[in-house]
């Protein structure tokens, strides 16, 4: 009797760098500063309409059995240091010596309902282990379960034209002047779609580059343009460090989420976003600095902001990630003028729900030719999980899926958005984080 589940049918990154850069900075930032937390995932299906099979799941957790021979190559330890220097040498041979441990992730099906096909439901996903090893956990669970559920569940759809569609969305933002990165490892269709993705993007900057005689000099990993120049468009890179390497890209990132919520659950929330940047500041000194304000509502954010004018004036820009865009860029510069600070020398990255118009209308109001700041954007899932169904040419949706850090030495971490529907965590912990800050809690 052949195994179950077909190995065929496994889905496992080809590498331990197909992840998100930000993982690894953070990663290193635990490594200093926390190296004996110990943190928990959990895994949440934002659309209660979306049905895994038990076959799907199963070879989920088969998959995810098999990320143990997952191991830094001498090949990508050598390329990492040289595309990375961030990287302190005590952290890549730390990584360089990492493995995952399966053991650490408990998946359950949870039947909903009976069909003559098979078993349908939900699933239930914790990763959990010392903070510095499950924070490597999210991103790869979440390709995986992406790619199999269009693998094995919903297979309305093919390939057919995703290169050329990403060609066209490059050519796009480039023509507008927009310096943007690929930031769609968590949510893709397959790895097969992101390569594929990645190729039209960086064949669209090659076509841009030849047409105006630019190069790709001139941007930082950061992702954002270097001196007053913001013209023309830049394909600045790609989050996905496999990728980055595979394609010869710029690795792209800098901070996520996790952080703000570790160290607000660590050291306190009333003083959490300034406590969370200056230990960021002891790990990276002058590099990758680009602020996210929305882990407990931008208003938070930027109250601390004000109470450390010295961190605005280090710190090379923000990113928003939810929220209305559009307002973002104003309040940003009152903030910045408010300290003295001139904001035409920081950077505003855009990275929620992304698509090529929003991101050149937001140009236009955020940029240069609008309020002055420099601006870029980081695009994820309409890059990466863009399709239409093969049946009728409806819109394949992705799924609305995300993993975050649950909580940190047994005491619950959360996450209080800008927008109302994203916030996550412990409901008595969010109201009182929220009292704390002087949010709304209704």
Partial sequence: ?????????????????????????????????????????RFTNRNADTIFTRKSIDILRASVNQYARLQMSADEKAWFSDACPYF???????????????????????????????????????????????????????????????????????????????????????????????????????????????????????????????????????????????????????????????????PTG???????????????????????????????????LVALTDTFSSDAFFKNLESAPEIAQKWAGLRQDSGEPFDFAPRAKAV?????????????????????DKAAKLLDSAGPKGLGFKVAFGIGTNLTNDFKKRSNGASSDALNIVIKIASLDGKPCVKISDDLQKNTGDQETVKKVKQIFGLPTA
């Avoid at 889905?11 to 004996?36: C, G, N, R, W």
């Avoid at 927009?178 to 779609?193: A, D, I, M, Q, Y």
């Avoid at 001139?342 to 855009?350: A, N, P, T």
């Fill in 1 to 41: 009797m052949a195994a179950y589940p077909n190995p065929d049918d496994l889905v496992v990154p080809p590498s331990i760098l197909d992840t998100d850069l930000y993982k690894f900075t953070m990663q290193q930032a635990v490594l200093e500063h926390f190296p004996d937390a110990y943190a928990t995932y």
């Fill in 88 to 250: 302190k040498p005590e952290y890549r041979e730390w990584l360089s010596c990492y493995r995952f441990k399966p053991e650490q992730v408990d998946i359950k099906f949870v039947l909903r309902r009976e069909r003559k096909k098979g078993q349908h439901g939900n699933v239930e996903i914790t990763a959990s282990g010392p903070w510095v090893e499950s924070i490597l956990w999210e991103v790869p669970l979440m390709s995986t379960l992406c790619e199999i559920y269009y693998k094995h569940v919903d297979t309305d759809w093919t390939y057919d034209g995703q290169e050329e569609q990403a060609y066209e969305k490059g050519t796009a933002l480039l023509a507008h002047g927009c310096v943007f990165n690929e930031f769609g490892s968590r949510r893709r269709r397959s790895l097969k779609t992101h390569d594929l993705v990645i190729a039209g993007l960086k064949r669209a900057m090659t076509d841009a580059e030849t047409a105006s005689g630019t190069t790709q000099e001139g941007h930082n990993v950061e992702g954002m343009p270097l001196g007053e120049k913001s013209e023309p468009g830049k394909l600045s890179g790609t989050s996905n460090v496999y990728l980055a390497m595979k394609h010869a890209l710029t």
């Fill in 254 to 288: 800098t901070i996520a989420h996790e952080w703000f919520m570790g160290v607000a659950t660590a050291k306190g929330y009333e003083n959490a976003n300034t406590a969370a940047l200056r230990l960021w500041e002891q790990t990276y000194n002058d590099v990758l």
């Fill in 336 to 356: 910045y003028e408010k300290l003295g600070i001139d904001w035409r020398q920081k950077v505003i990255v855009f990275s929620d729900a992304l698509k090529v």
